[in-house]
């Protein structure tokens, strides 16, 4: 583990922070390391993380098992710099020198894991590209 401090840090937000958000924050945590800060919270927090999305998530060897559902805060949006909103509308604070981007993916929310599957293959695509966009704003 490197001593520098990560490279930028990245909020994922939905409403229940049981699915999307979660798998977002595993898929970041596994392919970036310590190179991004990552949190991930809900607007309305879940009681668990959705189980079918923590067996999409084994199926590509990422355990989000312990992962808990969390409330948005102001203080995460504000220590962000990038926020990934996932379908939560208009709870998400504005903060000006933020990255805001909104990600339309379906809510796995009541799926079984076979409808989770490609959710979790396209925000594995999406946090592949949002690696390659905060690395190249790093080099610039």
């Known amino acids: 583990m490197s001593s520098s401090s990560p490279l930028a840090s990245v909020l994922f937000v939905c409403v ?13 945590t596994h392919l970036a ?11 309305l927090p879940g009681d668990q993380v959705n189980p079918a999305a923590v067996e999409a998530m084994k199926e590509v060897g990422i355990d989000i098992s312990g992962a ?8 995460a949006v504000q220590a962000s710099d990038y926020v990934i909103t996932m379908g939560c509308g208009d709870a998400c604070p504005i903060f000006p020198g933020k990255r805001y981007l909104d990600w339309a993916l379906e809510d796995p929310a009541g799926k079984g894991v076979e409808a989770v599957r490609p959710i979790r293959d396209e925000i594995r695509t999406r946090i592949e590209a949002l690696i390659a966009e905060i690395d190249i704003a790093r080099e610039a």
């Open 16 to 28: 229940h922070n049981a699915g999307r958000s979660q798998m977002a924050a595993g898929f970041l």
């Open 68 to 75: 808990r559902p969390k409330i948005l805060t102001t203080e």
């Open 33 to 43: 390391g310590d190179r991004i800060e990552v949190r991930s919270a809900g607007s």
